[in-house]
């Protein structure tokens, strides 16, 4: 089982946007909404988006770490067995 390594970074980059999307996408839902919500109360504070981006991140994180684990997991464990031959 030959597998060049265009395939393995290819594979790799696909993990990997495949966990950091779901973030990204909520982080960047929160900074539009709380963007919105300041351009109609007019407080333009920098730190109120930072601080709903960073828990919404750590609360992803919480819920779906395992699921990132499992995947990185799984990843890890198919290098393995084209190492192995």
Do not use: C, N, Y
């Not at 351009?39 to 770490?65: D, N």
């Amino acid at each position: 089982m030959d597998l060049p390594v265009v395939d393995v970074f290819r594979d790799a980059i696909g993990v990997v946007i495949r966990m950091v999307a779901p973030m990204l996408l909520l982080s960047m839902a929160v900074g539009v909404i709380v963007a919105i919500l300041q351009a109609v109360t007019q407080i333009h504070e920098q730190t109120i988006s930072f601080i709903l981006k960073l828990i919404v991140v750590i609360l992803f994180l919480i819920i779906g770490g395992s699921w990132m684990l499992s995947t990185l997991q799984e990843f890890a464990l198919s290098l393995f067995d084209i190492i192995r031959g």
